[in-house]
């Protein structure tokens, strides 16, 4: 059985830092892209980075420069550095794995069950 265990979220002010970690289990990524998800209440589920096989990184235009996407294969953990929060950032995340389209959100076949970010200014 897959499973996707968020944690790390939480509130901070503006201005402030966190780091989300992903970890995954029972399937091994090593072929297929992993993302970070974010949904704010009364909006759309919005990609925040992805990150594919050869590592290769891609933001979303909001978030380039403050947070930073990266993955450990032996721990097969997935992790999201948020730097300099805003609160435009605050919206329940997501990871996300196994998926061959890395900016296709439908196409991830396994998705944690969200951690809460909420920045206040």
């Known amino acids: 059985q897959v499973q996707l265990v968020e944690s790390g979220g939480g509130s901070v002010q503006a201005g402030g830092s966190l780091r989300l970690s992903c970890a995954i289990s029972g399937y091994t990524s090593s072929s297929a892209c992993m993302g970070w998800f974010r949904q704010a209440p009364g909006k759309e589920r919005e990609e925040v980075a992805t990150?594919?096989?050869?590592?290769?990184?891609s933001y979303a235009n909001s978030v380039r420069g403050r947070f930073t996407i990266s993955k450990d294969s032996v721990q097969n953990t997935l992790s999201l550095q948020m730097n300099d929060l805003r609160p435009e950032d605050s919206a329940m995340y997501y990871c996300?794995?196994?998926?061959?389209?890395?900016?296709?959100?439908?196409?991830?076949?396994?998705w944690g069950q969200g951690t809460q970010v909420t920045v206040s200014s």
């Open positions: 990150i594919d096989s050869d590592s290769t990184t």
């Open positions: 996300a794995a196994g998926s061959v389209w890395c900016h296709n959100a439908p196409g991830y076949n396994y």
